[in-house]
């Protein structure tokens, strides 16, 4: 049952251009939203997040927007850098439990 | 703080052998989870615990598995016996409170042969 779901496996940018990382659920019940970013031979690590109450939430160069009327969030990178180039997942968590839901990833390439 | 440890990083057995995968959270964190990703199926939840209590279990894939929290600072995974299609990469994490944010370890890579 994949309640969050990935669509893309992989994504190729260009340095300097924008790379846009999307992510559906399913479940209305969750209420928070999170991207991770993973490093070959590496656990995952925080990114950013957003909470059901906001439809925006920008760290540098970094910007999480959340559509809760379609499910869909969406992680904005601007400029994109090399350094960037790994797996991003997303969450989703809901507020009556601890139970956090992970999309299979994207595996980003940015190009010099 | 270290971060979450786990060990062994890496892990070769063969089919029908026991394997146990440990975890040390971050101290102070409450919650602890282990997860499972493979190519297909992404980070699977497999168990969490809230102050060292199984709380659910339900994304653990058959008996074969079990996992224990026996101390704040300590969890095991095991798996009895082992099979092929248990090679993954195991990953524990930790968090403070319902906090949302999840502190994963360096995850443990099985392959069972």
């Known amino acids: 049952d994949q309640q969050v779901k990935q669509n893309s496996p992989s994504l190729s940018v260009q340095e300097g251009r924008i790379s846009i990382l999307n992510c559906d659920y399913t479940n209305s019940m969750f209420d928070y939203f999170l991207w991770y970013k993973k490093y070959p031979a590496e656990g995952p690590t925080f990114l950013i997040s957003?909470?059901?109450?906001?439809d925006k939430n920008e760290d540098g160069r970094f910007t999480v927007f959340l559509n809760k009327s379609a499910k869909h969030l969406s992680l904005h990178i601007v400029p994109s850098q090399p350094g960037d180039s790994a797996v991003y997942f997303c969450?989703?968590?809901?507020?009556?439990?601890?139970?956090?839901?992970f999309g299979a990833g994207t595996r980003l390439t940015v190009k010099p | 703080d270290a971060g979450v440890i786990q060990s062994p990083r890496h892990e070769v057995t063969e089919m029908g052998q026991e394997v146990t995968l440990r975890c040390k959270p971050i101290s102070g964190h409450d919650y602890l989870f282990w997860y499972r990703q493979t190519m297909m199926r992404g980070l699977e939840l497999l168990i969490y615990?809230?102050?060292?209590?199984?709380?659910?279990d339900s994304g653990m894939p058959e008996d074969r598995f079990s996992a224990k929290m026996p101390n704040a600072s300590f969890s095991t995974l095991k798996i009895q016996p082992s099979e092929p299609r248990d090679s993954a990469v195991y990953f524990c994490a930790s968090s403070l409170g319902t906090g949302r944010e999840q502190y994963f370890g360096p995850g443990t890579r099985l392959t069972v042969t």
């Open positions: 957003i909470s059901s109450i906001k």
């Open positions: 615990f809230n102050n060292n209590v199984p709380i659910d």
């Open positions: 969450a989703a968590s809901a507020l009556s439990n601890n139970d956090m839901r």
